[in-house]
């Protein structure tokens, strides 16, 4: 028989997972917004040419990586790859120019990148992001990062590793850029094919470059950070001086390009140790031409993303998931047919009461029903049938400790919060 399987690089978010990633994302939420950053949601998909002009048309990203597709009226659309591009076109196509700035936001979603999957490299993977757009003091930078950092502290994140670098300005960059062509071009023999054609095409990229023998020749190639003019120096000595302020390590990375062409000034990435060859856990930047390219107004901007599959792996690996317990509070044990309307009466009353509960709606026998209560791991088991409705007292099972007490039926739903109040709060199904 056909085996159906997800397409190769996707997984399911399995309930449990899922839960976890539920907090992550709350965890995210609540901090962001701490920051004064809004929720914005783009669509999953954009004018292909919206990822060409930003991230870049020499970039991996753009020239292997993408999803892209015709629809049926003939135009060119992509799965976006990240989501930095799609919140710029928003931002133009808004007019959020016209708002206060700086129009600070962040999203959650599924990317799409055409990658050769491994642990912790997926083609669908989702990130969490912000973007705050309109400034260019330094000063934002430094927050941009530490928020990255108290984002991974919140969720118990510890030994991490950051790493940042300026990519200069469209001032400095153009002499840099010559010096860095005539470098490469004396050690054409030494690279790769791709990276051969990455010379003339945009020798940024050739920092990207996997290969040994082209990292080994990069090595050696002069770096951005040294041929910054004296604007760019000047932010990237204010940005550091604020992350010292705030007793932020980092380490400054000369040869961090970060495989997308939209990058000007501050680059940063962070690393986990926890994480196999997979590890960089969150990277953003400044990209101060991108509203433009857009066709905005000239406005700078600065965010940051970091891949929720390998935060989650990395915030597990720490042990830092406080619980995930997902109990359920009450199960109805519904003891003959005749107690039936009586018990989906309770249930939904329990339900109104935010007590979380259930029946069975599979025909189990009333061993079945417990074994099942048992199984699902419900924490109380309310057993009603024709006699409990007769003689109006219920019995409540703790289903732990096997304990059982008796009470009224019409006073069933306050003694449960009671208990359950009593017995610490449970039924919230995430992880605190
Ligand atoms: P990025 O470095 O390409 O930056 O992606 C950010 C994070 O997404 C990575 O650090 C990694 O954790 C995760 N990630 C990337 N590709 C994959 C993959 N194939 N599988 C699993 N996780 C992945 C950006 O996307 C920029 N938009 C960040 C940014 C925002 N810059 C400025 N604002």
Redesign the pocket.
């Known amino acids: 028989m056909l085996q159906f399987k997800a397409p190769k ?1 996707t997984t399911d978010i399995l309930p449990d997972v899922a839960r976890r990633w539920q907090y992550l994302e709350r965890k995210a939420a609540e901090l962001f917004s701490l920051y004064g950053y809004e929720p914005i949601i783009t669509p999953v998909f954009e004018h292909t040419e919206i990822f060409q002009r930003s991230i870049g048309m020499s970039t991996d ?1 753009v020239q292997k990586e993408m999803y892209t597709f015709m629809d049926k009226g003939g135009r060119s659309l992509t799965l976006r ?5 799609p919140v710029i076109r928003a931002y133009v196509e808004h007019n959020m120019n016209l708002l206060p700035q700086p129009v600070k936001l962040y999203y959650t979603g599924p ?1 799409f ?1 055409y ?1 050769r ?1 491994q642990a ?4 669908q ?3 969490l ?3 705050a757009i309109g400034s260019d003091d330094p000063a934002i930078d430094a927050e941009t990062i530490l928020l990255m950092i108290n984002y991974f502290k919140s969720v118990g994140l510890k030994e991490l590793t950051l790493y940042i670098n300026s990519m200069g300005c469209d001032k400095d960059r153009p002499a840099y850029i010559r010096l860095l062509k005539d470098y490469a071009g004396e050690n054409r023999e030494k690279l790769c094919k791709d990276c051969r054609k990455r010379i003339d095409l945009n020798p940024l990229r050739l920092f990207d470059c996997k290969e040994e023998s082209c990292q080994l020749v990069m090595q050696d190639a002069p770096k951005m950070i040294d041929y910054l003019d004296e604007a760019c120096k000047e932010h990237f000595n204010k940005v550091r001086q604020y992350l010292d302020m705030q007793s932020i390590v980092y380490i400054i990375k000369p040869e961090l390009v ?3 062409d ?2 000007t000034k501050t680059a940063f ?2 690393v986990s140790p926890l994480l196999g060859a ?1 590890n ?8 101060n031409k991108l509203v433009e390219e857009f066709g905005g107004p000239p406005t700078p ?11 989650s792996i990395a915030v597990d690996k720490e042990g830092a998931f406080v619980s995930t317990d997902s109990k359920m509070d009450v199960f109805i044990a519904i003891a003959d047919e005749a107690a039936k309307s009586a018990a989906i009466n309770l249930l939904f009353a329990l339900r109104e009461a935010k007590i979380s509960a259930d029946i069975d709606y599979m025909g189990r026998s009333l061993k079945g029903q417990l074994k099942y209560a048992d199984k699902r791991g419900f924490k109380y088991t309310v057993f009603l049938g024709s006699r409990e409705l007769e003689s109006g007292k219920v019995a409540i099972k703790n289903m732990e400790t096997g304990e059982q007490i008796e009470v009224p039926l019409n006073e069933l739903v306050d003694k449960l919060l009671e208990i359950i109040k009593q017995n610490q709060p449970s039924i919230s199904q995430t992880i605190d």
């Open positions: 690089g990203i790859p990240e989501g930095t591009a990317m990148r990658e999957p912790g490299r997926y083609r993977f989702w990130q992001g912000i973007e970060r495989g997308l939209y990058y990435e962070v997979q960089a856990i969150g990277g953003g930047g400044r990209y901007g600065i965010g940051f993303a970091i891949g929720t599959e390998r935060l």
